[in-house]
């Protein structure tokens, strides 16, 4: 049974499997593993995130439907007419003792889990330099609020302003603040998973050609290494490595 002190240990395995999804299957197995031009294969990375969101998600329902039933049915662990909560799938908790914000803080973790699995691949993107977010200010919204002689609220307004200086109260009983707007642009650059297209191709000198399809360590042993290789070899990219078949 796991005890209250698991949280923490989840927590620290949830990261240990994102680093390890983020290790798909060429940078977790080496390309060379496979037979010669071969390594074609790149979906477990995927097929591995997959199921780790879809594993928060259900422990983190889980123990939320846990903590309900023991916030608001009665269920509880000295209560034996009452505590089937306890055998619900996916709990993994000692009964004992437990409360039901001990449920909440275990539910509350699974859903950290499960919201940084929903924005893992636009993190990772960012953190390779594939991904930008671009943010131009394009206004300000002015709120404003109006009191009655009794300082009771009795409406508001909202309007978007090109300045902060022009959100100001119309008389005595109102109050105004403002917030900034921005304009969000994301920017996505081509890149093998670990390095851009870009950083690639401005190598002084190299030639250039695409291997669409393959990642950072599979072209050194796929279907398109074997392309770019015959490529190479017939003189496609220059007559230094030119060598006729024999």
């Not at 009983?173 to 650059?189: G, H, N, S, W």
Request: aromatic share 14%; hydrophobic share 35%; proline share 4%.
């Amino acid at each position: 049974m796991a005890g209250i002190d698991d949280r923490v240990i989840r927590r620290l395995m949830g990261w240990q499997r994102v680093l390890r999804c983020m290790e798909n299957t060429s940078l977790s197995n080496s390309a060379n593993d496979f037979a010669t031009f071969d390594a074609n294969y790149d979906e477990d990375g995927v097929e591995n995130a997959d199921e780790n969101l879809r594993s928060y998600e259900a422990k983190m329902e889980a123990y939320h439907e846990l903590f309900n039933a023991m916030m608001w049915d009665g269920c509880a662990w000295w209560k034996p007419w009452n505590n089937d909560c306890f055998d619900a799938p996916l709990i993994e908790v000692d009964p004992f003792g437990f409360s039901q914000w001990e449920a909440y803080d275990i539910f509350e973790g699974y859903l950290q889990g499960y919201q940084w699995w929903l924005t893992a691949n636009e993190q990772y993107e960012t953190f390779i330099g594939a991904r930008e977010v671009d943010l131009a200010l394009r206004a300000y919204e002015c709120t404003c609020v109006q009191y009655n002689q009794w300082d009771e609220p009795v409406g508001s307004s909202r309007t978007e302003v090109s300045h902060p200086d022009d959100c100001q109260p119309g008389n005595s009983l109102e109050e105004c603040e403002y917030r900034p707007l921005y304009d969000v642009t994301v920017i996505r650059k081509a890149s093998d998973g670990v390095v851009t297209v870009e950083s690639q191709a401005g190598y002084p000198g190299a030639e250039w050609d695409e291997m669409r399809g393959s990642n950072h360590q599979q072209m050194v042993n796929d279907s398109n290494t074997k392309r770019m290789r015959d490529n190479l070899m017939d003189g496609e990219y220059g007559t230094y490595f030119f060598t006729p078949i024999r």
